[in-house]
T-cell receptor, first 112, second 119 residues
């Protein structure tokens, strides 16, 4: 289930189940949306991105969905594995300002 | 894949001293580097955008005289925290991108971060 921690919401899923991590973004002018995975004490790693003129993009075991009407982005991870445990951040890139703005983040815990 | 390194990976310094953090793109030339700050259990906060050969652009609320950024080459940017205080203790992360400025999104490659503790 989902719960809100001190600062980061946490999503706990059973190993093998699918995970859905959500993100609300703020700038309707953003051109790209990116999902990053950050393990403890490390820098973020790129997972997948999606252009603003698309609504779905698939990668290996991951799918990103974009709903511009409600400014919502989601990351779906199929068959979640213990190695998927990490904090996941969405980020939006705006070519006008040429910078990336990160969302709050969600901690994913995979239960064995 | 593209690799970005940071040095040091962690540093402890006394209040009032200055600390320099290096960010290097190891196998590509980075036209733009970003510096982020991350507090525990929080997201990354953009501090500044650094373009090679020009002055860094700082985000609102970030003191440019306190956080000195130098981007002297296409593979190296440095962040110097001057007169550090305990509230500057944080995880500092750099990233690098390459490609044309403006108009397109290019994959952002992150360094491993530097943990700064000011005592």
């Amino acid at each position: 289930g989902e719960s809100v921690g001190l600062h980061l919401p946490t999503l706990s899923v059973q190993e093998g189940d699918n995970s859905i991590i959500n993100c609300a973004y703020s700038n309707s002018a953003s051109d790209y949306f990116i999902w990053y995975k950050q393990e403890s004490g490390k820098g973020p790693q790129f997972i997948i991105d999606i252009r603003s003129n698309m609504d779905k993009r698939q990668g290996q075991r991951v799918t990103v969905l974009l709903n511009k009407t409600v400014k919502h982005l989601s990351l779906q991870i199929a068959a979640t594995q213990p190695g998927d445990s990490a904090v996941y951040f969405c980020a939006e890139f705006t070519s006008g300002t040429y910078k990336y703005i990160f969302g709050t983040g969600t901690r994913l815990k995979v239960l064995a | 894949g593209a690799v970005v390194s940071q040095h040091p990976s962690w540093v402890i310094c006394k209040s009032g001293t200055s600390v320099k953090i290096e960010c290097r793109s190891l196998d590509f030339q980075a036209t733009t580097m970003f510096w982020y700050r991350q507090f525990p259990k929080q997201s990354l906060m953009l501090m500044a955008t650094s373009n090679e050969g020009s002055k860094a652009t700082y985000e609102q609320g970030v003191e440019k005289d306190k956080f000195l950024i130098n981007h002297a080459s296409l593979t190296l940017s440095t962040l110097t925290v001057t007169s550090a205080h305990p509230e500057d203790s944080s995880f500092y992360i750099c990233s690098a991108i390459t490609g044309l400025a403006g108009g397109s999104h290019y994959e952002q490659y992150f360094g491993p971060g530097t943990r700064l503790t000011v005592t």
